[in-house]
C-alpha cells in the first residue's frame, strides 16, 4: 500500500479563519478522496480530486468552502474554508491501490477543532 | 434509507470467542465491499475485501457476501482485547469511485 502522509495532524483554529491541509502519497496515484469524520460519526466524502482537471464534490460540499488543488500525481491539499465549529472534523486523504479492485488506503487524518 | 447500513452497537464479545459483523447495503450496482477497522483517535485500516459471493478468509477474518440479500458479513474469529474498535463497511460500484462507509460497529473484546 501506498504511504500517506497528511499535514497538520491536528489544529485549533479560530472561527472566520481557513486552514490548508496537505497530503502527501509516496507513488503517483490517479484518484485521491477526500473524507471527512465528524465526531463520532462515519465516513463523508467531500471530493474526489483527479490530477489535471477540477475535484468533482459530492452533493452538501462546494468548491468555495473546500478548495481543492492537485498540482500533480503525487500531492494535493484541501483547504477547510471561513472555519464554523461545525468544521470540527477529522479530514482524511485517500487514494485508491494501484492494484486490486479499488482498495483506499487512508493518511493518518488531521483533526481540526473549530473555537 | 442510508446507502451502507450498520448496527452501531457496541457489539461485546468475550475473549477468544467469535465476533459477527453485519452489514447490508441498498445499492444493487455495488460491486465491491471492505472492511476497515478504525482505533480511536487512529484512520481506518483496511482489513478485507470481498467482490465475489461466498466467503474468503484472512486469517482470523472471514468477510462472507451474499449479493442476492444485498449483505455482507465480518467474523473475527479468536477475538482479542486489541480486535476493540470500530469496524466500517463500505461499498463501491467500481473501481474509481468513491467508497461509501456505513456508520460502523463498535466492538469491545472483554478480557
Known amino acids: 500500500s501506498a504511504v500517506i502522509s497528511q499535514k497538520p495532524s491536528r489544529d485549533i483554529c479560530q472561527r472566520g479563519t481557513s486552514l490548508t491541509i496537505q497530503c502527501q502519497v509516496d507513488?503517483?496515484?490517479?484518484?485521491m478522496f477526500w473524507y471527512r469524520q465528524q465526531p463520532g460519526q462515519s465516513l463523508t466524502l467531500i471530493a474526489t480530486a483527479n490530477q489535471g482537471s477540477e475535484a468533482t464534490y459530492e452533493s452538501g460540499f462546494v468548491i468555495d468552502k473546500f478548495p481543492i488543488s492537485r498540482p500533480n500525481l503525487t500531492f494535493s491539499t484541501l483547504t477547510v474554508s471561513n472555519m464554523s465549529p461545525e468544521d470540527s472534523s477529522i479530514y482524511l486523504c485517500?487514494?485508491?491501490?494501484?492494484?486490486?479492485?479499488?482498495?483506499?488506503?487512508f493518511g493518518e487524518g488531521s483533526r481540526l477543532t473549530v473555537l | 434509507q442510508k446507502e451502507v447500513e450498520q448496527n452501531s452497537g457496541p457489539l461485546s464479545v468475550p475473549e477468544g470467542a467469535i465476533a459477527s459483523l453485519n452489514c447490508t447495503y441498498s445499492d444493487r450496482g455495488s460491486q465491491s465491499f471492505f472492511w476497515y477497522r478504525q482505533y480511536s483517535g487512529k484512520s481506518p485500516e483496511l482489513i478485507m475485501s470481498i467482490y465475489s459471493n461466498g466467503d474468503k478468509e484472512d486469517g482470523r477474518f472471514t468477510a462472507q457476501l451474499n449479493k442476492a440479500s444485498q449483505y455482507v458479513s465480518l467474523l473475527i474469529r479468536d477475538s482479542q482485547p486489541s480486535d476493540s474498535a470500530t469496524y466500517l463497511c463500505?461499498?463501491?460500484?467500481?473501481?474509481?469511485?468513491?467508497?461509501?462507509f456505513g456508520g460502523g460497529t463498535r466492538v469491545l473484546v472483554k478480557p
Open positions: 485517500s487514494v485508491e491501490a494501484s492494484r486490486g479492485a479499488g482498495e483506499l488506503f
Open positions: 507513488s503517483q496515484v490517479t484518484m
Open positions: 463500505a461499498s463501491r460500484k467500481a473501481a474509481g469511485n468513491k467508497l461509501t
